[in-house]
Protein backbone atom coordinates (compact mmCIF):
# COMPACT_ATOMS: atom_id res chain seq x y z
CA UNK A 1 0.00 0.00 0.00
CA UNK A 2 1.85 3.16 -1.47
CA UNK A 3 1.88 6.02 1.14
CA UNK A 4 1.73 9.87 -0.09
CA UNK A 5 4.27 10.63 -2.85
CA UNK A 6 5.66 13.63 -3.75
CA UNK A 7 7.23 14.90 -7.06
CA UNK A 8 9.77 16.61 -7.55
CA UNK A 9 11.67 16.11 -4.55
CA UNK A 10 14.12 19.04 -4.80
CA UNK A 11 13.37 22.17 -6.94
CA UNK A 12 15.65 25.42 -7.91
CA UNK A 13 14.04 28.71 -9.18
CA UNK A 14 14.75 31.91 -9.55
CA UNK A 15 12.54 35.18 -8.53
CA UNK A 16 9.15 35.30 -10.17
CA UNK A 17 9.62 32.01 -11.37
CA UNK A 18 6.72 29.36 -11.54
CA UNK A 19 6.77 26.15 -10.18
CA UNK A 20 3.61 23.09 -9.73
CA UNK A 21 4.11 20.49 -7.09
CA UNK A 22 2.53 16.96 -7.41
CA UNK A 23 1.22 14.82 -5.25
CA UNK A 24 -0.68 11.64 -5.23
CA UNK A 25 -2.13 10.27 -1.90
CA UNK A 26 -2.20 7.41 0.32
CA UNK A 27 -4.50 4.87 -1.12
CA UNK A 28 -8.57 5.72 -0.81
CA UNK A 29 -7.63 8.47 0.58
CA UNK A 30 -9.92 11.57 -0.69
CA UNK A 31 -9.06 14.67 0.64
CA UNK A 32 -5.13 16.73 0.34
CA UNK A 33 -4.07 19.20 2.16
CA UNK A 34 -0.93 21.33 1.64
CA UNK A 35 1.52 23.04 4.12
CA UNK A 36 4.27 24.91 3.97
CA UNK A 37 7.38 24.61 6.65
CA UNK A 38 9.85 27.14 6.65
CA UNK A 39 13.39 26.42 8.50
CA UNK A 40 12.79 26.28 12.21
CA UNK A 41 8.72 26.60 11.82
CA UNK A 42 5.98 23.94 12.09
CA UNK A 43 4.09 23.83 9.12
CA UNK A 44 1.82 26.22 8.10
CA UNK A 45 -1.49 25.23 6.36
CA UNK A 46 -2.00 26.54 2.75
CA UNK A 47 -4.77 24.60 1.62
CA UNK A 48 -7.36 21.94 1.10
CA UNK A 49 -8.93 19.96 -1.68
CA UNK A 50 -11.76 17.60 -1.44
CA UNK A 51 -14.13 16.44 -4.67
CA UNK A 52 -11.65 18.62 -6.44
CA UNK A 53 -12.84 22.00 -5.05
CA UNK A 54 -10.81 24.15 -2.58
CA UNK A 55 -13.03 23.69 0.63
CA UNK A 56 -10.83 25.85 3.06
CA UNK A 57 -7.75 27.99 2.85
CA UNK A 58 -5.16 29.42 4.93
CA UNK A 59 -3.32 32.65 5.22
CA UNK A 60 -1.64 32.69 1.94
CA UNK A 61 -1.92 35.02 -1.14
CA UNK A 62 -3.60 34.38 -4.58
CA UNK A 63 -0.04 33.38 -6.09
CA UNK A 64 -0.39 30.40 -4.36
CA UNK A 65 -2.98 28.15 -6.40
CA UNK A 66 -4.14 24.18 -6.45
CA UNK A 67 -5.79 21.87 -8.39
CA UNK A 68 -7.65 18.08 -7.49
CA UNK A 69 -7.64 15.93 -10.23
CA UNK A 70 -10.30 12.92 -10.14
CA UNK A 71 -7.75 10.18 -9.16
CA UNK A 72 -7.48 12.80 -6.23
CA UNK A 73 -4.09 13.57 -6.70
CA UNK A 74 -2.93 17.16 -6.33
CA UNK A 75 -1.21 20.01 -7.88
CA UNK A 76 0.36 23.04 -5.83
CA UNK A 77 1.52 26.06 -8.22
CA UNK A 78 3.21 29.00 -7.13
CA UNK A 79 3.66 31.86 -9.12
CA UNK A 80 5.80 35.10 -9.21
CA UNK A 81 8.16 33.11 -6.74
CA UNK A 82 9.81 35.39 -4.13
CA UNK A 83 12.68 34.84 -1.81
CA UNK A 84 10.19 33.84 0.77
CA UNK A 85 8.71 30.71 -0.36
CA UNK A 86 12.00 29.05 0.04
CA UNK A 87 10.37 26.41 1.82
CA UNK A 88 9.44 22.77 2.27
CA UNK A 89 6.09 22.00 1.06
CA UNK A 90 3.82 19.21 2.50
CA UNK A 91 1.41 17.18 1.46
CA UNK A 92 -0.97 15.53 3.45
CA UNK A 93 -3.96 13.25 2.56
CA UNK A 94 -6.57 11.96 4.77
CA UNK A 95 -10.14 10.09 4.45
CA UNK A 96 -13.39 11.72 6.63
CA UNK A 97 -10.90 11.74 10.15
CA UNK A 98 -8.14 14.69 11.22
CA UNK A 99 -5.51 11.85 11.19
CA UNK A 100 -3.44 12.89 8.08
CA UNK A 101 -0.55 11.08 6.87
CA UNK A 102 1.90 13.25 5.35
CA UNK A 103 4.35 12.83 2.31
CA UNK A 104 8.07 13.65 1.97
CA UNK A 105 7.93 16.87 0.98
CA UNK A 106 9.54 19.27 -1.79
CA UNK A 107 12.27 21.41 -1.03
CA UNK A 108 12.06 24.25 -2.64
CA UNK A 109 14.62 26.73 -2.63
CA UNK A 110 14.27 30.21 -4.73
CA UNK A 111 17.37 32.37 -5.68
CA UNK B 1 -0.04 35.85 19.85
CA UNK B 2 0.92 32.25 17.94
CA UNK B 3 -2.35 29.91 18.26
CA UNK B 4 0.13 27.09 19.28
CA UNK B 5 3.15 27.66 21.55
CA UNK B 6 5.69 25.64 22.34
CA UNK B 7 9.13 25.76 23.72
CA UNK B 8 11.85 25.52 21.20
CA UNK B 9 14.76 23.83 23.18
CA UNK B 10 16.60 21.94 22.61
CA UNK B 11 16.33 19.83 25.06
CA UNK B 12 19.44 17.74 25.73
CA UNK B 13 19.34 14.66 27.91
CA UNK B 14 21.46 11.65 28.51
CA UNK B 15 20.16 8.32 27.66
CA UNK B 16 17.15 6.85 30.13
CA UNK B 17 16.35 10.39 31.47
CA UNK B 18 12.63 11.35 31.20
CA UNK B 19 11.82 14.28 29.55
CA UNK B 20 8.63 16.41 29.43
CA UNK B 21 6.93 18.85 26.50
CA UNK B 22 4.06 21.50 26.63
CA UNK B 23 2.41 23.16 24.65
CA UNK B 24 -0.43 25.98 24.85
CA UNK B 25 -3.34 26.66 22.85
CA UNK B 26 -5.19 29.82 22.15
CA UNK B 27 -8.74 28.74 21.00
CA UNK B 28 -10.36 27.36 22.94
CA UNK B 29 -12.58 25.88 20.41
CA UNK B 30 -10.06 23.43 19.45
CA UNK B 31 -11.16 19.90 19.35
CA UNK B 32 -8.22 17.57 18.47
CA UNK B 33 -4.66 17.21 19.60
CA UNK B 34 -1.94 15.28 18.37
CA UNK B 35 1.72 15.11 18.55
CA UNK B 36 3.72 14.45 15.99
CA UNK B 37 7.44 13.56 15.50
CA UNK B 38 9.64 14.77 12.83
CA UNK B 39 13.20 13.98 12.06
CA UNK B 40 15.34 16.35 10.55
CA UNK B 41 14.73 16.83 6.87
CA UNK B 42 11.76 14.47 7.13
CA UNK B 43 7.86 14.90 6.98
CA UNK B 44 6.07 14.97 10.04
CA UNK B 45 4.86 11.39 11.07
CA UNK B 46 1.52 10.95 13.99
CA UNK B 47 3.02 10.12 17.30
CA UNK B 48 -0.09 10.23 18.90
CA UNK B 49 -3.39 11.68 19.68
CA UNK B 50 -4.48 13.55 22.43
CA UNK B 51 -7.35 13.33 25.37
CA UNK B 52 -8.68 14.58 28.52
CA UNK B 53 -8.20 11.50 30.11
CA UNK B 54 -4.94 11.28 29.01
CA UNK B 55 -2.98 8.38 27.44
CA UNK B 56 -0.30 6.65 26.81
CA UNK B 57 1.90 4.18 24.75
CA UNK B 58 4.70 2.35 25.65
CA UNK B 59 7.39 4.99 27.12
CA UNK B 60 5.10 7.86 26.10
CA UNK B 61 2.07 9.74 27.63
CA UNK B 62 0.37 12.66 26.57
CA UNK B 63 -1.94 14.31 28.37
CA UNK B 64 -4.52 17.25 27.81
CA UNK B 65 -6.01 20.10 29.94
CA UNK B 66 -8.85 22.02 27.99
CA UNK B 67 -9.14 24.48 31.49
CA UNK B 68 -5.72 25.59 31.01
CA UNK B 69 -5.20 24.85 27.24
CA UNK B 70 -1.81 22.94 27.55
CA UNK B 71 -1.16 19.77 26.15
CA UNK B 72 1.80 17.88 27.38
CA UNK B 73 4.24 14.99 26.12
CA UNK B 74 5.90 12.70 28.73
CA UNK B 75 8.96 10.35 27.59
CA UNK B 76 10.05 7.91 29.77
CA UNK B 77 13.96 6.40 29.67
CA UNK B 78 15.07 7.97 26.59
CA UNK B 79 16.34 6.32 24.22
CA UNK B 80 19.30 7.64 21.43
CA UNK B 81 16.77 7.12 18.65
CA UNK B 82 13.72 9.52 19.98
CA UNK B 83 16.28 12.27 19.19
CA UNK B 84 13.78 14.43 17.03
CA UNK B 85 11.98 17.54 16.83
CA UNK B 86 8.78 17.36 18.31
CA UNK B 87 5.17 19.05 17.30
CA UNK B 88 2.51 19.93 18.96
CA UNK B 89 -0.64 20.06 16.79
CA UNK B 90 -4.70 21.13 17.27
CA UNK B 91 -7.43 20.87 15.08
CA UNK B 92 -9.60 24.35 15.24
CA UNK B 93 -13.17 24.52 13.02
CA UNK B 94 -14.22 22.45 10.42
CA UNK B 95 -12.39 20.06 7.62
CA UNK B 96 -9.34 19.41 10.24
CA UNK B 97 -6.86 22.06 9.10
CA UNK B 98 -4.48 21.45 11.28
CA UNK B 99 -2.43 23.95 13.32
CA UNK B 100 1.34 23.11 14.58
CA UNK B 101 3.41 24.58 16.74
CA UNK B 102 7.13 25.83 15.79
CA UNK B 103 8.58 22.38 17.58
CA UNK B 104 10.68 21.56 19.97
CA UNK B 105 13.89 19.71 19.70
CA UNK B 106 15.15 17.10 21.63
CA UNK B 107 18.59 15.38 21.42
CA UNK B 108 19.40 12.39 23.66
CA UNK B 109 23.11 11.40 24.13
CA UNK B 110 24.35 8.18 25.40
Known amino acids: DAGVTQSPTHLIKTRGQQVTLRCSPK?????VSWYQQALGQGPQFIFQYYEEEERQRGNFPDRFSGHQFPNYSSELNVNALLLGDSALYLC??????????FGPGTRLLVL | RKEVEQDPGPFNVPEGATVAFNCTYSNSASQSFFWYRQDCRKEPKLLMSVYSSGNEDGRFTAQLNRASQYISLLIRDSKLSDSATYLC???????????FGAGTRLAVHP
Open chain 1, 92 to 101: ASSLASPTQY
Open chain 1, 27 to 31: SGHDT
Open chain 2, 89 to 99: VVISGGYNKLI
